[in-house]
């Protein structure tokens, strides 16, 4: 995981930034984050406001939280209560390790008895409370409803894309459209975009979107490669398969000769590729 400290320290009222992969440690992170924050300051969960993408991702941050907060207040001696510590060390709070127990039972009790004032919500739901409280200066209807149809905005996208689509992303779908058709799954290809479109509302691609952005222009030589490396790999199989075949009807062995009876017809349906 990446620290870039772009503005100085997060107490300072100025913004650091954490970059990493899926799976690097984000969620501990931002834990420790929200934790140092209130640990300073017992009253200010109600001043906190943490943000993720997906509901599920809201859900493991609350409750990452309170079994935080739960092991903190228990004086149980945890990997973040030390990076707490080293952390408020490094950054010259003193007098801390031993209120740090106490400060966390209270703001433990704090977030469990006024739970509707813990703050952590997805981004859409944030800004639905947002506009909802800027209704009047935005001239908003007092009965306006959001749309968060998420199936219906990746269907207009994808009318969107056909309709608006310039040279380069026509021979695209024009490729794509033969590919089907060669794999017998039809021409209309509207089906497997909007597949593929759903991922965008997952946050996992939010991990690689910045990069796919950087390298858009390597998007089509990547996929001749990997093309060519399945076709390679495809031929392999072949040879293989029927390689394995012939050893079969050398040595006379049937079907029942085999501990795993699928290997026999695997290996026909490999070599008949």
């Known amino acids: ?12 009222g100025k913004a650091i930034i954490y970059r990493s992969s899926a799976g690097s440690g984000k969620t501990f992170t931002l834990t420790k984050a929200y934790l140092k924050l209130v640990l300073l300051d017992t009253s200010r969960y109600t001043e906190v406001l943490a943000i993720t993408f997906t509901n599920d ?7 990452r939280i309170i079994d935080e907060l739960t092991l903190l207040a228990n004086g149980v001696d945890s990997t ?14 003193v007098n801390i390790e031993d209120v740090l127990t106490s400060r966390a039972e209270t703001v433990l009790s704090s977030l469990l008895h006024d739970y509707s004032r813990f703050n952590v919500s997805t981004i859409d739901h944030f800004f639905a409370q947002l506009i909802r409280h800027l209704a009047k200066e935005l001239h908003l209807n007092l009965g306006y409803e959001l749309d968060v149809d998420s199936k219906k905005a990746l269907s207009e996208s994808i009318e969107l894309l056909f309709a608006q689509a310039d ?3 026509l021979r695209w779908l024009q490729d794509f459209a033969l590919e089907q058709m060669d794999d ?6 509207k089906k497997n975009i ?21 390298n ?7 996929i001749k490669e990997l093309k060519r490396t399945v076709k390679q790999f495809k031929e392999t199989l072949i040879i293989q398969g029927k390689r394995g075949i012939e050893i079969a009807h050398q040595h006379q062995l049937e079907q029942a000769n085999f501990i795993h009876i699928g290997i026999r017809h695997s290996t026909a349906k490999i070599s008949l590729l």
Do not use: C
């Open 57 to 63: 991702a809201k859900d493991e941050m609350k409750n």
């Open 184 to 189: 017998d799954k039809g021409w209309d290809i």
């Open 167 to 169: 040279k380069k992303i």
């Open 216 to 222: 858009a222009d390597k998007l089509e030589s990547f």
């Open 80 to 93: 973040m209560r030390r990076e707490i510590l080293e952390d408020f060390k490094v950054e010259n709070v």
């Open 194 to 214: 909007a597949t593929l479109g759903k991922k965008l509302f997952h946050e996992s691609y939010l991990d690689v979107e910045e990069k796919l952005r950087q």
């Open 1 to 12: 995981m990446s620290n870039y400290s772009l503005f100085g320290s997060p107490h300072d």
